[in-house]
């Protein structure tokens, strides 16, 4: 088994072609997985976030209170401890994020056996405020990746940032090294020489080239992020919030993670969308239950 090279539109779509007896989109049946990102503020660096492993443990939890699955750390360098404590207290989907570091230095990740690590599927070229992130990561290193997820049992979540990112994916795919279904994050709108438009045309042009069965959320920063996670929502597919991508609510305030996380519920029950719970994204991600991590830990 491995991920579709199936091409097509997105879940939405897919679902809307064949909805046309009952005039209901069939989008709602799809439970909206919401990724909690509450780290630094790239574009922000004075927003507040939790910077200690007791506070981040608690933060998770207002996070799932309000509806998140996934939390996604950066975990201030403290990898094994972040992770520990969060296995213990919470049963998100820890998915760890940074990844501009290199392999060797994201060890700990594997070895406490994280629900998923973040890979970039091409280059970091990233100009946020205090500062500028250049990181070549060639495909040698995606294969590498994909070696230590299946040894460890840790899912890839692979972040596509424009088309060249998904013929990477493809590269992979057509290899045989994904499990399905593949996880992928969207970026839009990110500054540097990997931005994309942060449009609703951007979003549209961006699925179309990928696996019609992959998991897809969306991530913008900047003030037209509600128009595209909106559209996301109403389009099937996935969405993720918190101070690292928009750390500003629908009224222009500096928010909290788990108040973004809020209104994001508040607005997928304005469409009609039901929000997946940490057991049910497990399930539609293909992670095993935290019992069966931690036993094959
Ligand atoms: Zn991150």
Not at 81 to 86: F, G, I, M, S
Not at 141 to 150: M, P
Not at 188 to 204: A, H, I, N, Q, R
Not at 258 to 270: K, R
Request: hydrophobic share 40%; with cysteine.
């Amino acid at each position: 088994m491995r991920c579709s090279d199936h091409e097509g539109s997105g879940q939405g779509e897919r679902l809307q072609a064949r909805d046309s007896q009952n005039g209901r989109n069939m989008y709602r049946d799809v439970p909206l997985i919401i990724t909690a990102t509450p780290n630094v503020s790239w574009l922000y660096p004075e927003v507040r976030y939790p910077r200690t492993i007791e506070a981040l443990v608690q933060e998770a939890a207002r996070c799932q209170a309000a509806g998140a699955a996934i939390l996604h750390v950066h975990a201030e360098a403290q990898w094994a401890e972040t992770v520990e404590a969060l296995q213990s207290a919470s049963d998100m989907i820890i998915q760890c994020g940074m990844s501009s570091l290199p392999i060797p230095e994201r060890m700990d990740v594997f070895h406490q056996g994280a629900d998923m690590i973040s890979v970039i599927a091409s280059h970091h070229d990233e100009a946020f405020s205090e500062v500028d992130v250049h990181v070549l990561h060639p495909r040698e290193e995606l294969i590498e990746y994909a070696a230590l997820a299946r040894a460890y049992g840790v899912k890839l979540e692979m972040e596509i940032w424009h088309a060249g990112s998904a013929w990477n994916l493809r590269y992979m795919i057509d290899r045989g090294l994904l499990e399905p279904p593949c996880f992928t994050s969207l970026f839009f709108g990110w500054p540097g020489g990997t931005w994309s438009p942060p449009t609703v045309e951007e979003y549209l042009s961006r699925i179309r080239v990928l696996p019609l069965d992959a998991v897809k959320t969306v991530s913008a920063m900047g003030g037209e992020q509600l128009q595209l996670l909106a559209t996301a929502i109403a389009h099937g597919d996935h969405v993720r919030v918190g101070t690292e991508d928009h750390p500003f609510n629908r009224a222009g305030e500096h928010a909290s993670t788990h108040e973004l996380v809020a209104e994001i519920v508040e607005l997928a029950s304005a469409l009609g969308r039901p929000i997946a719970s940490p057991a049910e994204a497990r399930t539609m991600v293909g992670l095993p239950g935290r019992k069966a991590v931690r036993g094959a830990a």
